[in-house]
């Protein structure tokens, strides 16, 4: 049974680990910001082997990393939501978007790398105003 499954956007393509995580966390990388527009990303890295896809085809953007080593993004084709990233500086890891999770709750993050890019105001993002739903205007 898989400790893990998940999907893209679209469901086209699927994915699931039987692998326990090697870490859960907020990755603050220039690559990462910019991969999701945003300050961070949240990733479970499992071990390569126990990952496996099925489905749709995948497109790969193939990068360099804030290591200095190359990263390869791979996401669906249809509708962009990456899968799975693999980094040369770890090549026995995936690492997987913990939003593409079918259970995002299964996991807890446990640590923050690459933190000396971290955008200066996140460390107040728990103390601002929460709404289950958009804001009134």
Known sequence: MAKFE????????TYASDGEPIFVGACHCTNCQKWTGSAFSMMVAVPKPSFTVRGGRLATHHDVGD????????????CGCTIYDEVDVNPSMVM??????ANPDAVKPQLHVYWKHHASW????????????????
């Open 6 to 13: 998940g999907s893209c956007q679209c469901g086209a393509v």
């Open 67 to 78: 290591s200095g080593k190359a990263t390869h993004r791979h996401f669906c084709a249809a």
């Open 96 to 101: 997987i978007p913990v939003g593409t999770l």
């Open 122 to 137: 996140v460390d107040g993002l728990l103390a601002l105003p929460k709404f289950d739903a958009l804001p009134p205007h």
